[in-house]
Structure formats: C-alpha cells, structure tokens
C-alpha cells in the first residue's frame, strides 16, 4: 500500500483553520508521513488567506489558493481585491479561492455573492490561475456566471449530481470528489464519481469538515484523503493506485505543482 500512499494530493484543505491551532505541525506531519506529496490549502477570506500563503511559505509540499468564500461575499471591496491580487503573485500561491455561490446557507444577500464571484472570476482571468469553485445549491447561478469566462479550475466538493455534469465538464472544469463518498446513503455521489472521465478528476479532504470513513464524526484530516481515492476507485470498479496516479496527476496540471 505505500506505494501507491506516494501518490496522493489532498487537492483541498484548511490547515490554517482553529480547528489545527493544537496540532497543526502534528497534522502535517502525519499527512507527510501517510505520503501526500502535495496539499493545497484554500483561502476564505482575506485574513484566511494571508495565513494559507504564510503556512505555504513554511512547507514545501504546501501550495496556498487566495480568495473569499460567499459567506462572507460583504467584504470583497476594491481595497479587499487589491489585497488579494498582491497576495495571489506569490509563487506558493496556485489558485483564486475558494469562490463562487452558496444559496444553501444564505449567509450573505445573493447580490452580493454574485458580485464578489465575478469579482473574483475577474481577478483570476486578469492573473490566469485556475479558480476554485464552491456551489451549493446555487448550480444555475454559477453555471450562468462561468459562461464565457476565460478561465478554468474545479467544482470543488462537487454536489451537483450527473445531471449537471456534463454542463461543468462542457465548461472545461475538473470535479473534485470528497469525504462523503465513503457515507452509505451517497449512491448519487458515487454515481458522479463512475461518470468522470479520469483526467479531469481530483480528490480533497475540505478539512476540517466532510470526514471519511471510518472517522466520520471526527475532526477530518489531509492524510484521510486515501479513504476518499479508495472509494472513487471502488465507485470506478478500478484499483485504487489507478485513481492515487491519475488524481495526483490531475492536480499537479490544474496548479501547476511541480512533480515531487
């Protein structure tokens, strides 16, 4: 099994989260040691941001995404984006993220997350790195907003369903697969997971949040990204090493990481 534990990028965590202030060098450490060559730590505010570049800047398999969640769409100002566009030509940095739409929650006026998502799609056309995509519940919107964007990048914890799928895959985006495709109820999710041509497939964490199994119900982790490729390739009825190589392979592309 090591061999194929040499293959993984968590494509999508939040280390910089309290939720690691106790042990966070431990988690990495571990992550490390479980064989992740790479870890892409996603930015949701400003402050969120400057912390994943400053956590990128201290480990060398640890790139950063800069952007702002729709939770907080209020605050992307033009002195916010400014900020942004300064931190995001930082050579650790790798995408503008996490972005996008989320009418699930609803924490910020659907106005104001549409305006800070084409902001942000602005700001990543302008600098040419892909973006990060978060979209719940709010699949037409988002769907609407990438038409005609110059850009590329993946739906992150994809939650869609194949009936959109073609759609997000028509637009030139990659589909990231998370924890919840280890749950026995996510047949429609394993479903999407079969259906995804290999190449434009990656698989995250979304730590601190989304834990796999057999941990469901803890805090979730980067080194539990293994659990997440297993089921893909289970769902996929290939080897697991099939999907370590592919997805990692994927990853290193959309971010441009250099091979480790």
Do not use: C, P, Q
């Given at each position: 099994m090591k061999s194929s534990l040499v293959l993984l990028i968590d494509s999508h965590a939040h280390l910089d989260f309290h939720q690691f202030d106790a042990d966070r060098q431990v988690v990495i450490a571990r992550a490390r040691k479980a064989g992740?060559?790479?870890i892409v730590n996603i930015g949701t505010s400003l402050s969120s941001s400057r912390a994943a570049v400053a956590l990128a800047e201290q480990y060398n398999f640890i790139?950063?995404?800069v952007g702002v969640h729709p939770h907080d769409a209020g605050t992307v100002t033009p002195d916010v984006l400014a900020k942004l566009r300064v931190l995001a030509r930082h050579p650790k940095v790798v995408a503008i993220g996490e972005i996008g739409l989320?009418?699930?929650r609803d924490r910020s006026p659907r106005p104001a997350q549409r305006r800070a998502f084409a902001d942000q799609l602005a700001l990543a056309e302008e600098l040419a790195l892909p973006v990060v995509i978060h979209d719940r519940e709010a699949h037409d919107d988002v769907l609407t907003a990438l038409q005609g964007w110059g850009g590329t990048g993946v739906f992150h914890s994809y939650?869609?369903?194949?009936?959109r799928l073609d759609e997000v895959l028509g637009l030139g985006f990659s589909i990231s697969i998370s924890g919840p495709i280890t749950f026995r109820k996510a047949g429609r999710l394993r479903a999407v997971a079969a259906a995804v041509p290999l190449e434009r497939l990656l698989v995250e964490t979304d730590c601190p949040y989304l834990t796999p199994e057999p941990y469901r119900g803890r805090r979730n982790e980067p080194a539990y990204v293994r659990?997440?490729?297993e089921a893909v390739a289970r769902a996929r009825g290939v080897v697991a090493e099939e999907v370590m190589?592919?997805?990692a392979d994927?990853?290193?592309r959309m971010f441009d990481i250099q091979k480790a």
């Open positions: 992740l060559v790479a790139y950063a995404a989320d009418y699930y939650s869609a369903g194949s009936e659990y997440v490729a190589h592919a997805t994927n990853a290193r």
